[in-house]
């Protein structure tokens, strides 16, 4: 078995059906690639299967165009929506932030050691706060003002910056910005958000001094696609601390930003390993 080099990676779904797990291993089997991890999923609410395997070639002569032409066809026989993923893939990620910087200093950190396999061409804000922060990264950063008069024209700049940098991933980390409908429409399914779980839900300003009020116990963080439900859409990642009477509404924001931080980046992670399904209003993920 080769473990040289990092592992391919296929995901599927289709209909539920007999042999869909067959279809996938039996094919990787006689393709001679060795399957490092698997995982499944058949739900039976929306009676549809789901699939992720991470494989490493074992033929010399393995060939990407090969693969894609001959497991196709075979997908056509169980209506399969599949993705391939090169070992070479590197996403293009967008990060849009306004002033807090928690979540955008995690997430260059784990980008510059590895812990994140992307690329991160540019960082687009509605302040000019973080900008020495990117350009010590060696990164683009794009300070786009925002006005109630301004919203659509904005939106529209950094639509066009997506499409510039050729992005893939869009990362709301901590964008203190509620978006148009049109701009959620054009982010479904490639845009991840992050924000505080509070129980009970607190909205409005100073969240974290509402739920000290209340004398919460827990505080957490949820991480999810952007729709336009707000801080509705399909989860990805969630996280969840306990919190004692002893702390105060500075302690509560301090235990709150660190758990956003590793829940947005966790969210992420799997997204870019291509480990969440959406599937309706929820989704699937394969965790490792």
Not at 29 to 50: G, M, R, V
Request: with cysteine.
């Amino acid at each position: 078995m080769n473990t040289n080099n990092k592992p391919w990676i296929l995901t599927a779904k289709c209909p539920s059906q007999l042999g869909t797990v067959d279809a996938a291993t039996r094919y990787m089997a006689n393709a001679k690639n060795y399957i490092n991890e698997i995982h499944s999923f058949d739900d039976k609410e929306s009676q549809t299967f789901f699939i992720r395997v991470e494989f490493s070639p074992q033929d010399p002569a393995f060939d990407q165009d090969k693969l894609q032409l001959d497991f196709g066809q075979h997908a056509k026989k169980f209506e399969m929506e599949w993705q391939l993923r090169s070992p070479q893939c590197r996403p293009k990620v967008a990060i849009l932030v306004s002033k807090y910087d928690h979540c955008l200093n995690d997430l260059l950190y784990r980008h510059r050691t590895g812990q994140l396999d992307i690329d991160i061409p540019v960082i687009i804000s509605n302040h000019g706060d973080l900008r020495e922060l990117a350009q010590w990264h060696g990164i683009d950063f794009h300070h786009l003002p925002i006005t109630k008069a301004t919203k659509v024209a904005q939106e529209a700049d950094i639509v066009s910056l997506l499409a510039k940098y050729k992005i893939e991933l869009v990362v709301l980390a901590r964008y203190m910005q509620i978006l148009t409908p049109a701009m959620c429409q054009h982010l479904d399914g490639w845009a991840i958000n992050i924000h505080h779980s509070l129980l009970p839900g607190f909205k409005g300003a100073k969240p974290y001094h509402q739920a000290w009020d209340k004398g919460v116990k827990f505080v957490g963080a949820t991480a999810h696609y952007v729709t336009n439900d707000l801080d509705e859409g399909p989860i990805i990642a969630q996280g969840v601390h306990s919190v004692g009477h002893e702390l105060y509404p500075a302690d509560l924001i301090a235990k709150g930003q660190d758990i956003e931080r590793v829940t947005l980046f966790n969210a992420v992670r799997y997204h870019v390993e291509m480990r969440v399904f959406i599937n309706g209003s929820r989704t699937v993920v394969f965790g490792d």
